[in-house]
């Protein structure tokens, strides 16, 4: 079991728990085609559980490479980008918006994607494997995830209309590449 401990393995431990973390999210889409909320958002949780493992087990046991921290990019792409915005589209906008706001809420979701997408480049493209500054620049893409999630259960409970998750859903993609710090847990 000694390639478990292996940085230079592409199945290390570390990279392991991302891939659980992709397959969660992968699942997560399934059950948002289903209209089968709930279960969607347990997944996405249990991706964003072994997000979190994934960085402290490749820090903790020296796995860090380059591999491993794009394979993380993908899956935070996938599981706190575009399985939040699919969410929100399929449940909300879908569900309740017709013509000029459904089009509004379909460039609104366009721009909380590519603005996921390019703060995911930004970081990968200027940050070395293993290294963890202390403040992040912008807001981290899980946290946009959670934003997100906290939105959609303000609509879901009739607290803000789908107008107003149109709003907050501009907001927080532009927050994720904004010049806000954010602490590094």
């Known amino acids: 079991m ?17 891939m659980v973390n992709i397959s969660a999210g992968l699942m997560a889409t399934y059950f948002i085609t289903q209209n089968s909320f709930t279960t969607a958002i347990v997944l996405a949780w ?4 072994f997000d979190i493992f ?15 921290v794009q394979l993380d990019s993908f899956a935070d792409f996938l599981s706190f980008v575009l ?12 569900a309740n918006l017709e013509g000029f706001w459904f089009f509004i809420a379909s460039v609104t979701s366009i721009y ?3 603005s996921g997408l390019r703060r995911l480049i930004h970081f990968n493209i200027h940050t070395d494997a293993g290294e963890v500054d202390k403040y992040f620049t912008g807001v981290p893409t899980p946290l946009g ?12 409970y009739t607290l803000i209309a789908p107008v107003i998750v149109i709003l907050l859903m ?8 904004s010049n806000v710090k954010v602490r590094h847990p």
Do not use: C
């Not at 249990?46 to 559980?49: E, L, Q, S, T």
């Not at 399985?83 to 879908?94: M, N």
């Not at 501009?170 to 590449?177: D, E, H, M, T, V």
């Open 2 to 18: 000694q390639f478990l401990y292996r940085p230079e393995n592409h199945f290390n431990l570390a990279n392991l728990f991302t």
């Open 46 to 49: 249990i991706g964003g559980a």
């Open 54 to 68: 994934d960085g402290k087990i490749a820090r903790k046991y020296n796995l860090s490479n380059e591999f491993g």
């Open 83 to 94: 399985v939040p915005v699919f969410l929100i589209f399929q449940a909300v906008y879908a």
């Open 112 to 114: 909380y994607v590519i």
């Open 145 to 156: 995830a959670i934003l997100l999630w906290l939105v959609y259960l303000s609509e879901a």
């Open 170 to 177: 501009a907001s927080i993609g532009w927050l994720l590449n």
